[in-house]
């Protein structure tokens, strides 16, 4: 690697998955693309989303509630289009997977399956500074079961002055806490810093004690390679807004394991969806769940949505998933490669990266903290065109994803910060 912007170009002109750019909408500001590294947040919206999302609208129009049953895609079997692609993204078995709902609504319909603390087995473990929604889940869900959450949630966190939870550190928790543990609930990746956690270890660790393991992958749906069958992961739950690029409020997902899903023993709170699909319109009295995480289904879901979440999985599928990830990887060691090239440079302002290095441990995000004016720089960025995230006091989060991001982009990144910390005043 080197640090000339030709380098770049080159990098660009010799990607094999440089056209699927075409395939999304680029933010402009008069007539310019701007630089989206926003695709953790909220993925860009396909040019072919509009497409399918009309061909409901039409469905619909012609049929009306038949639609459900009649017209080139009837949305009672529209679930399956989503299946196969989600398949290949989170490594599950077909029927270990639905869409439904959204993120934190699946994760406590989940927590109502799996943590059932009973005797001594009750402690949940989680990350130190989970994404505010997952805190909110847990700690409500646990006084809902009349239990504290002072009692019953431990977190663990990184070192005094490290942003990153050492992986020992998870597996002695979850050791020490032995029989008293019910779940560990975990993030695939860290929202904050970027960190990508070793499920496989987690779940292994956490089943060694007796416990279960579910995971948040908000933030690893679409951006690391996941194998939740085969690390035997009891359950997780992702969104399909951020790397999956399916629209704002996109539809949920969950991955349910095989081994649960005919267990009469496994609670759940039940909708109609839910209900075994060739008799579901019996509407009979006394629920019999379908025999897969289609089981866990409640409501009626939005054919509009199903078809934005298509749309996007298409393009996953086309593009082929291992070949994004390898190329998600580069871009980030690429950007890692180019800002440490910057905080080498005699006389630059102080940057840090809070993204761990090497590859199983980081994904398409990258965080770097900007001690002293990092404001500053930030909109200096923003100015110069560029779609980043500021988290106060002092980080700036940014994802280059592979299906619409260039290296250009990249270098282009960093020159920005460079010049941005070359003008900044003398105080340090
Ligand atoms: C890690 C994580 N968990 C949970 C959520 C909440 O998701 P939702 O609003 O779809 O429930 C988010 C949203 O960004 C997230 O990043």
């Not at 393991?213 to 085969?230: P, Q, S, V």
């Not at 910057?342 to 001690?371: A, D, F, H, Y």
């Amino acid at each position: 690697m080197n640090n000339s912007q030709a380098y770049a170009k080159q990098l660009d002109a010799q990607d094999p998955l440089r056209s699927f750019r075409e395939e999304f909408i680029i933010p402009t500001v008069n007539d310019t693309e701007q630089v989206y590294f926003l695709g953790n947040s909220l993925g860009l919206q396909p040019k072919r989303t509009a497409g399918y999302v009309d061909r409901v609208l039409k469905q619909w129009a012609r049929y009306g509630v038949e639609a459900f049953f009649m017209g080139d895609d009837p949305w009672l079997d529209y679930h399956d289009h989503l299946i196969l692609p989600l398949s290949g993204i989170v490594g599950a078995l077909p029927s270990e997977l639905t869409v439904m709902n959204q993120l934190t609504v699946n994760l406590h319909l989940m927590m109502v399956s799996f943590y059932r603390p009973s005797g001594r087995r009750k402690k949940i473990i989680c990350e130190a500074k989970a994404f505010p929604s997952d805190q909110y889940m847990l700690e409500t869900h646990v006084k809902h079961l009349g239990l504290s959450p002072e009692d019953i949630i431990i977190e663990v966190s990184p070192h005094e002055g490290e942003y990153l939870i050492r992986h020992d550190d998870i597996i002695s928790a979850i050791e020490s806490c032995g029989d008293e543990l019910a779940l560990v609930l975990w993030g695939g990746v860290n929202y904050y810093t970027g960190q990508v956690f070793d499920m496989a270890a987690i779940t292994r660790a956490a089943h060694g004690v007796g416990a279960l393991a579910g995971f948040d992958l908000a933030h690893a749906a679409g951006n690391i390679e996941l194998r939740l069958h085969t690390w035997n992961v009891d359950f997780a739950c992702w969104c399909s807004y951020k790397y999956l690029n399916s629209g704002p409020g996109a539809m949920g997902a969950a991955y349910i394991h095989e081994r649960y899903h005919k267990n009469p023993s496994i609670p759940r709170l039940a909708g109609w969806w839910g209900y075994e699909k060739s008799t579901r319109f019996k509407m009979e009295k006394g629920f019999i769940p379908a025999g897969s995480a289609e089981g866990w289904q409640l409501s009626t879901p939005s054919p509009i949505l199903y078809a934005a979440h298509r749309a996007s999985l298409e393009i996953f599928a086309e593009a082929g998933f291992e070949r994004l990830i390898q190329k998600g990887q580069q871009m980030s060691s690429y950007l890692l490669f180019l800002l440490h090239q910057l905080q080498s440079r005699p006389g630059t302002r102080r940057i840090e990266i809070l993204t761990p290095g090497n590859t199983p441990e980081k994904g398409c995000q990258v965080s770097l903290l900007i001690p002293v004016h990092g404001k500053r720089v930030f909109e200096q960025l923003t100015e110069a065109g560029f779609f980043a995230d500021w988290r106060e006091p002092d980080v700036i989060r940014v994802a280059p994803v592979p299906l619409y991001n260039r290296y250009e982009e990249i270098w282009k990144f960093v020159s920005v910060i460079e010049t941005a910390l070359a003008a900044l005043p003398d105080s340090q």
